[in-house]
């Protein structure tokens, strides 16, 4: 055959149109709600005593240094003895003290909270990731059918994040309240008396004293928190799939999600505790007789905790948000692969 008779394909952005990018359908979407629902409530089942034991010791001698040191007020109500040595010492004195019932403070709402956030989040991340992707492939005339980029699933993750923290945070403010209150034994953090008489009475109780704000208080924090989270939780998962793939060691399945989700826990902590800190301490703080609070902001409560109580204040609970994050992050993210695999 003569070679100049041979035709070559030739690829450039002209030679064929591109495809508009497909906006995912209003089934796809509750779908995903639905099931990242789910996979979330079952998760957090199984993880709430460790949620639990974190809020506790993230509350654990909070601003004492500082409230000493400048003399206020404040150190009458925040000097507290060290109730808690760790995560396996909380585990065993909440139980010895207030019984599983206290291990599973706040379940409730945490299922309520599943709902709205991580529903919220798994539901969006992958429809807001694959538009992103496909808009950004249409203007670019990038090829189709790659991978996602990286910078679109750490957006993509906060995007998701963000709504679905706004919209659960009066469930997780109420949550932290139950989670933290302990009339059993010596006490940590401020405490809330409402918070023993369930969810409902809690909130509607937030709502009277402090209005549809207080519902709201802290959820800047939590946005942060969550969107950090999510970004690094969603788009590191991913990631961490496409590598354990191209191990040829692993095919899509279960042990494929669980060995990614391990893989994800660790830098999740890492960046999200830091926030969640904050974020435990601004839902959990009540105004004193004058009706201030004792933080004004989110970035007040960091100010502060690092100033009163050192830079490593913002780990605190970080292994107790390990032991619940890890097995979370598995059981969700695990539980969420199989549901689609079945339901979508």
């Not at 706040?106 to 991580?118: E, R, S």
């Not at 059918?145 to 957006?155: D, E």
């Not at 208080?217 to 998962?237: D, E, H, I, K």
Request: one cysteine or more.
């Amino acid at each position: 055959m003569n070679a100049k008779n041979v035709a070559i394909p030739v690829h450039s952005s002209t030679s064929s149109p591109v495809a508009k990018p497909a906006k995912p359908s209003l089934e796809q979407r509750l779908k995903g709600f639905a099931l990242g629902a789910l996979a979330a409530c079952a998760a957090v089942t199984f993880t709430n005593p460790f949620e639990v034991i974190k809020t506790r010791l993230q509350l654990q001698g909070e601003l004492e240094s500082l409230a000493l040191r400048e003399k206020t007020t404040t150190a009458d109500i925040l000097h507290q003895q060290r109730v808690y040595r760790g995560p396996i010492s909380a585990l065993f004195l909440i139980g010895r003290q207030e019984g599983l019932k206290g291990l599973q403070k706040g379940l409730i709402p945490a299922y309520g909270y599943q709902v709205m956030m991580n529903g919220t989040r798994l539901g969006l991340y992958e429809p807001l990731r694959d538009t992103l992707q496909s808009g950004w492939d249409y203007m670019t005339s990038r090829e189709s059918g790659l991978p996602p980029l990286v910078p679109i699933m750490v957006l993509s993750g906060a995007m998701s994040g963000f709504a679905g923290a706004f919209l659960g945070s009066p469930l997780f403010l109420i949550k932290t309240r139950m989670q933290s209150y302990s009339p059993a034994m010596p006490s940590v953090g401020q405490q809330h008396a409402y918070a023993s008489q369930g969810m409902v009475k809690g909130l509607t109780a937030v709502y009277r004293a402090e209005g549809l704000r207080g519902l709201w208080r802290g959820s800047g924090m939590a946005m942060m928190r969550t969107g950090a989270g999510s970004s690094v939780q969603l788009s590191s998962y991913d990631l961490n799939k496409q590598f354990l793939l191209s191990t040829g060691y692993f095919t899509e399945g279960p042990r494929l999600g669980l060995s990614a989700s391990l893989l994800t826990s660790l830098a999740v902590v890492f960046v999200m505790n830091p926030f969640d800190v904050a974020s435990t301490r601004m839902y959990n703080q009540k105004a004193n007789a004058e009706g201030q609070f004792m933080y004004k902001s989110g970035v007040d409560c960091l100010v502060k905790t690092v100033k009163g109580e050192g830079l490593f204040s913002l780990y605190k609970g970080a292994s107790a948000h390990y032991l619940r994050i890890g097995p979370h992050t598995i059981l969700t993210l695990t539980l969420f692969d199989v549901l689609k695999r079945f339901f979508m």
